[in-house]
């Protein structure tokens, strides 16, 4: 029998533990402060930030929203980020992506302090990441490896298959299940005969951006299938990367599109931005 991972559920349990912290915080005198940057008004944007905030108000997480028009200057951007930097009541600093395509989004993502950078993806948090050292994961991958801890897979000694290469979902995935000991293999776009490799997989994870991407083909009988995609069609319905019809018939587990990955991320930005105000605090003890 195939095994639906309920990312929702596993989520909100999560989400319960964050917000005890957040009771314990607020005792010592310290409300956990995210701030979120949105340029311009493209709707899924919108849609995301708006679920960021309300995920945040119902743990007791302060929110700010800063909405900036389309056409802002790379300039006031990053001045926007320098203030949040230096308040000490936001404790996490998300730039919502894409960015406009005047904006360079290294510029910005590097200007975000990394003490504040809840999303993990500075330079300075990927470094350390990929070092193993101590810092703020980014909240996809790291929310997939919740989920697999949470519905007691293995993780260690398995053949791991990342498709995609992406430096907010793909690499860091590979490399957060190597940290883990899996081997790991990552394919993308030019990988020759994609099916030969993902087929080894015992956990496959699919992080294209095309959906319905994964028929079965490229699955092995019994293997973890992640769906990471979030693609929307013509009617705004969502769709993962993966053919769920088709391989929830093979898969040991899978995971849905909605309320598999997508609810995880939020919940790691959560986890992040109070393991962020703890941090803050413990340094003005
Ligand atoms: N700086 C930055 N950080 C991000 O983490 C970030 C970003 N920019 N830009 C856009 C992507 C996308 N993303 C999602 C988060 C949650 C769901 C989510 O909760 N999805 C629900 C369904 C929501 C719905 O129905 O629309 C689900 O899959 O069940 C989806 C997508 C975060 N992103």
Do not use: W
């Amino acid at each position: 029998m195939t095994s639906i991972i309920n990312g929702k559920e596993i989520g909100q349990e999560i989400r319960k533990s964050v917000e005890n912290r957040v009771k314990e915080l607020k005792e010592q005198g310290l409300t956990p402060g995210l701030a979120v940057i949105l340029v311009g008004d493209n709707p899924a944007s919108q849609t995301y930030v708006r679920n960021k905030q309300k995920s945040c108000e119902a743990i007791g997480i302060f929110s700010e929203l800063i909405k900036l028009p389309a056409e802002v200057t790379e300039e006031e951007l990053l001045e926007q980020i320098n203030i949040l930097n230096n308040r000490d009541d936001i404790h996490g600093i998300l730039v919502q992506l894409p960015l406009p395509k005047h904006i360079n989004e290294d510029n910005v993502i590097a200007t975000i302090s990394p003490e504040k950078d809840v999303d993990g993806f500075s330079p300075v948090s990927v470094g350390k990441m990929m070092l193993g050292q101590e810092t703020f994961l980014p909240c996809t991958p790291f929310g997939v490896i919740k989920l697999l801890e949470y519905s007691g897979i293995e993780i260690a000694g398995k053949h791991a298959v990342v498709v995609g290469r992406s430096h907010i979902v793909g690499k860091p995935m590979g490399q957060l299940l190597l940290q883990k000991d899996a081997t790991v293999t990552y394919t993308h776009s030019k990988t020759p005969d994609l099916p030969s490799i993902t087929k080894q997989a015992d956990i496959l994870i699919a992080a294209v951006g095309r959906p319905n991407f994964i028929t079965k083909e490229h699955v092995k009988p019994g293997a973890v299938v992640i769906d990471v995609g979030i693609n929307r069609d013509e009617n705004n319905k969502l769709t993962g990367d993966v053919n769920f019809a088709e391989i929830e018939q093979i898969a040991s587990h899978i995971t849905p599109v909605p309320g598999g990955v997508g609810p995880m991320t939020i919940t790691m930005l959560l986890y992040n931005t109070v393991q962020s105000a703890e941090k803050q605090l413990s340094q003005d003890k």
